[in-house]
């Protein structure tokens, strides 16, 4: 990823989009998922996953994943999630919740590493 003066990674802090947020009450908020990783390609900055067990794997078919960093336009650096998903039935939420924690476990990587 793009860095600051002083090495360091130049990455904000996560946010949350709009329209993400779950209730407190729904399945994904406690689930727990033992994931695989699939790829690390250090040369573009991008490691791909899969879930293949535990709570989160009861709520999908299939889940596989991928995180891309990426230079802003701006300066710093974007992350990009990518994920196909297949729910078990329609009353199961999107996997938002899922996104955010992936990329907050990221940043908190990056800052602490980097």
């Known amino acids: 990823p793009p860095r600051t003066s002083s090495g360091k990674p130049a990455v904000a802090?996560?946010?949350s989009s709009p329209g993400s947020s779950l209730s407190s009450t729904s399945p994904l908020k406690s689930s727990k998922a033992k994931e695989?990783?699939?790829e690390?390609?250090?040369?573009?900055?991008q490691v791909s996953y899969s879930v293949i067990?535990?709570?989160t794997a009861s709520f999908y078919?299939?889940?596989?994943a991928a995180m891309k960093v990426e230079a802003s336009s701006g300066g710093g650096s974007l992350v990009?999630?990518?994920v196909e998903?297949?729910?078990?039935?329609?009353e199961i939420p999107e996997p938002d919740i899922i996104k955010e924690t992936a990329v907050a476990t990221f940043y908190a990587y990056l800052t602490k590493n980097y």
């Open 13 to 15: 802090p996560p946010t």
């Open 36 to 38: 695989k990783i699939e």
């Open 40 to 45: 690390v390609a250090d040369a573009n900055t």
């Open 53 to 55: 067990d535990g709570e």
């Open 61 to 64: 078919k299939n889940f596989t």
């Open 80 to 82: 990009k999630w990518c």
């Open 85 to 90: 998903y297949e729910k078990v039935n329609e």
